[in-house]
């Protein structure tokens, strides 16, 4: 009995790798897409370098002091700096407004 039941086993697992799930195509993400325009410039003509959305270990935590002080929506709390024991994080506001936070050790602070 014991051999029956190890047998079906085996071949029910053996059986369901013959099955492969459906691939599903890649889609680019719009916002990884370059575009070849002029490049964006400040007031006085200095160019501007955007920043890519890096998340934080503290990005939760510098969220919910952006909260507290009225700063809602966009991607969250992204880290400007390199990673380390000082950190600077960016959040956009869905004001227009940027809150940003300042990090020693995990202990946050708005700057």
């Known amino acids: 009995m014991k051999l029956y039941v190890l047998t079906v086993c085996a071949l029910l697992a053996s059986g369901c790798s013959m099955f492969k799930g459906e691939q599903v195509a890649e889609r680019p993400v719009a916002a990884a897409r370059v575009v070849a325009a002029a490049p964006l410039?400040?007031?006085n003509g200095a160019?501007?370098?955007r920043v890519p959305f890096v998340p934080g270990r503290s990005s939760a935590t510098v969220e919910k002091m952006a909260k507290q002080k009225g700063?809602?929506?966009g991607m969250g709390a992204g880290l400007v700096t390199p990673e380390g024991p000082v950190e600077?994080?960016?959040m956009m506001c869905q004001e227009g407004k940027t809150f940003m936070?300042?990090?020693e050790l995990r202990q946050c602070k708005a700057m």
Request: hydrophobic share 35%; charged share 25%; proline share 7%.
């Open 41 to 43: 410039v400040d007031a």
């Open 47 to 49: 160019p501007i370098e």
């Open 71 to 73: 700063c809602t929506g």
């Open 88 to 90: 600077v994080y960016r």
């Open 101 to 103: 936070a300042r990090c």
